[in-house]
């Protein structure tokens, strides 16, 4: 669900791949990635493309080119772009396509894998509510429908990753280890109106297992907050969500509300 109460499925296909991934010894108490600047999904249902694309695989582009900052020119990848061509189709009551179906963060991989990507000033992100005109809702911005992101294939094949690997969200080492060697972890999670309203200072230390679906993305931790400790999650809502977007979830409430698996991509 997004920040208007729209409701943003992100299913993740049930397929296993076999990694390899070096678990850390002797990880810090504490660490950060660098992440993208914090994105607003608005009323598009794009949570899934928002993690895989532009969280993850922004920060994949970044490592892949040794960067030392984020560019929307250079190393950011177009949710837009891959969410047009992965999303759930979903028609409302004026007989438009609406923008509304969430997507699969799974498909968003395999599609950037597939086909690639292109960067973000090539296809902005639109947070559009309704391709066409008609009163449910308006149509704030380029749509979302296949006809936008088509045009680019062409270039898109220059920004292929590579496939994603998946591990519990028990696996604490592999989580860690994933995100101090440059891999944001993605997730889907239930969320509540808590989740949903938090401000300064909430950590997501409660919460329900039947709530609304949501995709979001892992990018540090700290072991000292909460009972013993806290992974930092960074998600879609703008920079006015939470803390400047993300959110602190202890270790307990992470297996509570966190799907079984959690998923990054592999290595360069």
Avoid at 5 to 32: C, D, E, M, R
Avoid at 74 to 95: A, C, W
Avoid at 152 to 170: E, F, H, I, M, Q
Wanted: charge should be negative.
């Amino acid at each position: 669900m997004d920040s208007s109460g729209n409701t943003a499925y992100s299913v993740i296909l049930p397929f296993t791949l076999n990694y390899q991934l070096s678990i850390v010894q002797n990880l810090p108490v504490s660490y950060k990635m660098k992440v993208p600047p914090v994105i607003d999904q608005a009323g598009e249902g794009s949570c899934a493309a928002m993690s895989a694309t532009y969280y993850a695989g922004s920060i994949y582009m970044y490592k892949k080119l040794n960067s030392t900052t984020f560019s929307y020119f250079t190393n950011i990848l177009s949710p837009e772009y891959v969410y047009d061509r992965t999303k759930i189709i979903n028609i409302g009551q004026s007989g438009f396509e609406t923008c509304q179906g969430g997507s699969n963060t799974a498909l968003n991989w395999q599609f950037m894998h597939d086909t690639g990507n292109v960067l973000f000033s090539t296809l902005p992100y639109s947070g559009a509510c309704t391709i066409g005109t008609g009163p449910n809702p308006p149509c704030s911005g380029n749509g979302c429908d296949r006809s936008i992101s088509t045009p680019y294939d062409g270039v898109a094949a220059s920004r292929k990753t590579p496939l994603y690997s998946k591990c519990y969200n028990t696996d604490f080492a592999t989580i860690k280890s994933a995100i101090y060697q440059g891999r944001a972890v993605c997730i889907g999670s239930s969320i509540d109106t808590y989740f949903l309203n938090a401000g300064p200072g909430w950590i997501w230390s409660t919460g329900i297992t039947n709530g609304s679906p949501h995709a979001l993305t892992v990018v540090g931790w700290d072991d000292r907050i909460g009972t013993t400790g806290a992974f930092l999650i960074v998600n879609s809502y703008g920079v006015d969500w939470c803390d400047n977007g993300y959110v602190w979830c202890t270790y307990e409430n992470f297996v509570h509300v966190t799907t079984i698996y959690s998923y990054f991509l592999n290595d360069l």
